[in-house]
């Protein structure tokens, strides 16, 4: 069995609060075809209730998150003019040892960024 497991949480850095009700959508990335493994919404601290891709789905290869940042900044009033500068939030990336990794998303409405924590 896998060890490996994702997580990630997203925090609201203009707030300095962890951002409630982010949607986010994981695919595996497999040469040019994108296949959704699944899709979460973060709890009130800003996590997913779970491991968003457990230790039995577990697989190296390259991952992508996609958050639902625009929908996150209307609901709580910072989203601007439309189109927004951020609205889906892409992060593509590599899980390439059979380990924990944790990906998570600080965002404001006119910045992002993201590291592998752990």
Same mark, same amino acid.
């Given at each position: ?5 994702? /997580? /990630? ?29 699944? *899709? ?6 800003? *996590? /997913? ?10 697989? /190296? ?34 899980? @390439? ?10 965002? @404001? ?8 924590? @752990?």
């Amino acid at each position: 069995m896998a060890e490996g497991f994702l /997580t /990630t949480h997203v925090l609201d850095t203009a707030r300095g609060l962890p951002a409630q009700g982010v949607g986010i959508t994981l695919y595996r990335i497999e040469g040019n075809d994108r296949h959704e493994i699944c *899709r979460v919404v973060t709890n009130d601290d800003g *996590r /997913t209730d779970s491991h968003i891709l457990p230790r039995e789905d577990f697989r /190296t290869g390259t991952y992508e998150l996609v958050f639902e940042a625009g929908a996150y900044l209307r609901a709580t009033g910072q989203a601007g003019a439309e189109p927004l500068f951020l609205d889906e939030v892409p992060i593509r990336f590599g899980m @390439s040892e059979d380990t924990h990794y944790h990906v998570p998303l600080l965002i @404001s409405p006119f910045a992002f960024s993201t590291y592998r924590g @752990s």
